[in-house]
């Protein structure tokens, strides 16, 4: 499965951004994606998440502001980023995780796009 994340870029304070994430070579529907971001110094760290039911989840930090949505059809996740500010500057990566039944057993999956630079001037 690849990921291919797309969409950032340099924006202002207040402003907003969407990414865009295509997973390709996924004979399967997959159970989560989401993205994950990492700012210089800091380890990586969950933004949102959504299920394929639609279940979503945020960290604190970008709750009321971020919007995870997905495209099942598609296999595509976006997040839609508003009320920008300098602390969400990072590179922010695609991921698409879950569990697959593969002869007989239960094993999970988990991967990770190239990652995309968002970053927010004041």
């Known amino acids: 499965v690849q990921l291919q994340a797309s969409g950032g870029g340099l924006v202002q304070a207040g402003g907003s951004l969407r990414l865009s994430c295509a997973a390709s070579?996924?004979?399967?529907?997959?159970?989560?994606m989401g993205w994950y971001r990492q700012a210089p110094g800091k380890q990586r760290e969950l933004v949102a998440s959504i299920t394929i039911g639609g279940r979503t989840n945020y960290a604190d930090s970008v709750k009321g502001r971020f919007t995870v949505s997905r495209d099942n059809a598609k296999n595509t996740v976006y997040l839609q980023m508003s009320s920008l500010i300098p602390e969400d500057t990072a590179v922010y990566y695609c991921?698409?995780?879950?569990?697959?039944?593969?002869?007989?057993?239960?094993?999970?999956?988990?991967?990770w796009g190239q990652g995309t630079l968002v970053t927010v001037s004041s």
């Open positions: 070579g996924s004979s399967f529907s997959i159970d989560r």
């Open positions: 991921n698409a995780a879950g569990l697959r039944l593969i002869g007989g057993r239960w094993l999970s999956y988990d991967y």
